[in-house]
């Protein structure tokens, strides 16, 4: 059983982000949550890699890997709502069972012969579909282990790290599972993955306390309803927009730079500066108002999204990259804070929930249009336009409502965090 730190402990913490996984029950939760959540990084690449080897088409590789991710997308938020109500143990060991069962179905049909094509786009469906809230479920757990504020906010920045690196080590734990095996046995590896961590993570203290309002949840206290939310999630759109357009720009400028194998680096530079930001956002103390934090990280990413538009040098449009990767993680963080914050506790992985589909709904359509974009013109007018529509819509911040919602408490040296 873990052991709360005594006050002592918890003050010589205070100055680290790290000082939240001391906290009763959060590495129970946490460490389990994480291989739970590495199926989704690792799940695409292994899904397309499978269906790609199975039919011989990237075509149909790509029309499998679209049905995963837009029926990921549309489903999330009711995922998320059937977790308020029905609580994390039944909700998410329903759907990792169904996630699993589906990987697994989509194994046995890559090595199966006659298959019709239709089908594995259609078990793709499905695997996206069930695949469960694990990072909307686990910040909702970190909101019920710690208190708001600076405690609260280390325990969101923490979990947006590591997110971000299983986002860079999950395709590469993938492909080599493939490389040294086949994509068959990396969808295998992806079913025990988010079968085991949801099972683990569901089975924590803090997790079964999460019961779940065990009905409908007044349509007032729904994320949508309630004031100023649409607003962040329009920003929220701007800063996904950044995002989508970054991951076609770098392996696009790799290629007219003869130098395809650096698209990677580029990459890991970006998730790297967002990992580093996301870490260092976690151990400032910050006093500014929650809705002009917000605003000031938008403003910020747009400009380093303007400024790396105009770099054709290789090297310093990498490092210019991780300056515009520095800034997601605190964007997404302080938009968890501002869900957390404005949202009832009853729908809270459904808000969370609602943060991520945006930030992803962003990525699509500027990677989408960045692609167009970048085929006819080239990279930098790609970059320089969503860095401008981030700015545009950075004043969508709802900075007044904000003020008169409970704020995040600002850092005592007395304490580890204030409510």
């Not at 729904?222 to 607003?231: D, K, Q, T, Y």
Request: aromatic share 6%; charged share 10%; net charge positive.
């Amino acid at each position: 059983m873990a052991v709360a730190p005594t006050a002592a402990a918890a003050h010589h913490w205070s100055f680290s982000v790290f000082a939240v996984l001391l906290l009763p029950g959060a590495l129970r939760a946490f460490l389990p949550a994480l291989i739970g959540r590495s199926a989704l990084a690792m799940g695409g690449l292994a899904l397309l890699l499978a269906v790609q080897e199975s039919t011989g088409s990237y075509t149909q590789a790509g029309f499998a890997t679209a049905a995963f991710g837009i029926a990921n997308v549309v489903a999330a938020p009711w995922r998320a709502r059937a977790v308020d109500r029905a609580g994390q143990r039944i909700a998410l060991n329903t759907m990792a069972t169904g996630q699993a069962s589906g990987f697994t179905a989509l194994a046995f049909l890559a090595r199966a012969e006659g298959v019709a094509d239709v089908w594995f786009s259609v078990l793709s469906a499905v695997i996206g579909l069930t695949s469960p809230p694990l990072g909307a479920a686990m910040r909702t757990i970190w909101a019920s282990i710690t208190t708001p504020g600076d405690q609260r906010t280390k325990a969101f920045s923490i979990d947006a790290v590591a997110e971000d690196l299983l986002f860079v080590g999950g395709p590469v734990v993938i492909t080599a599972v493939i490389v040294v095996s086949s994509p068959s046995t990396g969808l295998w590896v992806t079913a025990a993955a988010v079968s085991l961590g949801t099972a683990a993570m569901t089975s924590s203290a803090s997790s079964g306390a999460l019961r779940g309002t065990g009905g409908s949840v007044a349509r007032g206290d729904r994320p949508l309803r309630r004031p100023g939310f649409v607003r962040v999630l329009v920003v929220i759109l701007g800063v996904g927009g950044v995002l989508g357009a970054a991951e076609i720009a770098a392996p696009a400028i790799a290629a007219q730079h003869d130098a395809v194998a650096a698209s990677g680096w580029l990459l890991a530079a970006f998730a790297g500066g967002s990992a580093l930001g996301g870490l260092l956002y976690g151990h400032l103390n910050l006093k500014g108002g929650i809705g002009e934090r917000l605003f000031a990280l938008c403003v910020s990413m747009g400009l380093a999204s303007v400024l790396v538009s105009r770099l054709d040098a290789l090297v310093l449009f990498g490092a210019c990259l991780a300056l515009v990767g520095f800034f997601l993680a605190p964007c997404l963080i302080t938009g968890y804070l501002i869900a957390d914050t404005i949202v009832p506790e009853t729908s809270r992985t459904e808000a969370s929930t609602w943060i991520n589909t945006s930030l992803n709904l962003g990525a699509s359509l500027a990677a989408a249009g960045a692609g167009i974009i970048i085929d006819r013109s080239g990279v930098w007018p790609a970059l320089l336009l969503v860095g401008v529509i981030a700015l545009a819509l950075a004043p969508a911040v709802p900075v007044t409502q904000l003020r008169k919602a409970r704020a995040p408490a600002v850092h005592s040296p007395d304490h580890c965090e204030q409510g």
